[in-house]
């Protein structure tokens, strides 16, 4: 069994080539969820706690963007959040997230510019992990604006490397600029791997967005 920090060398080693990626997290699923709580981070609990603070509605429809095993959605269904669907490209994970019987629908698609849903569908969409470097484009963002619905909530995890050096500071500033959502909320910066000092330098936050 490889290590959390093997993986995560060959995540971002892959430069986000989705034939890679997604070889890579068909062969990671099975020992994922283990490797992931304990590692210690707290990004699904910041952004859980972040659904509940900007999501009332317990029948919104929510999607989850690059929901891998499902972990995220596991807690917002312990929660009371009825109404979840799951989007991820490998087959693997989305085998392990269909295990636990949490989520309404899911999708096995690419999270990019474009994504093969109906726009404007979704009271919420979140996104834990995936928007930083190695993953998803900044493209991304647009993806998951346009399946949105007016008004609706957006929450994600985001790495300060990735919002400083791999586009997603520029795209979030021409999305502001542009009127494509409101900021309404935001985390305090924190280590993602606090138990890891190999990859003691990322840092993430947890953003919360609102769709106008």
């Known amino acids: ?37 304990a590692s210690g981070n707290p990004y699904i609990a910041i952004e859980t706690g972040m659904v ?25 269904h312990q929660m009371g959040y009825n109404n979840l669907e799951g989007l991820d490209p490998s087959a693997g994970m989305l085998a392990v997230a269909e295990q636990k019987d949490v989520y309404k629908k899911l999708h096995p698609l690419f999270l ?33 604006i346009k399946i949105t619905k007016p008004g609706g909530i957006i929450i994600f995890s985001l790495s300060k490397i990735a919002y400083d050096d791999h586009g997603f500071g520029n795209k979030m500033a021409q999305l502001d600029d542009t009127c494509a959502w409101e900021f309404l909320d935001r985390s305090r910066l924190f280590r993602t791997y606090p138990f890891s000092e190999k990859e003691k330098y990322i840092r993430h936050w947890v953003c919360a967005y609102r769709k106008l």
């Not at 959390?4 to 997290?25: F, H, I, M, N």
């Not at 900007?54 to 690059?66: F, M, N």
């Not at 979704?122 to 928007?131: E, H, I, M």
């Open 52 to 76: 509940g603070r900007h999501v009332s509605d317990y029948d919104a429809r929510i999607l989850d963007v690059g929901c891998g095993t499902g972990n995220m959605a596991q807690v917002l």
């Open 1 to 37: 069994m490889e290590d959390l920090e093997t993986w995560l060398d060959q995540v971002y080693a892959s430069g986000g080539d989705r034939d890679t990626l997604d070889k890579l997290y068909d062969q990671w699923a099975k020992e994922y969820d283990q490797q992931l709580w």
């Open 112 to 144: 990019g510019e474009s994504i093969e849903l109906e726009s404007e569908s979704y009271d919420a969409v979140v996104a834990s992990g995936v928007l930083t470097h190695g993953h998803a484009p900044p493209e991304s963002l647009d993806g998951i």
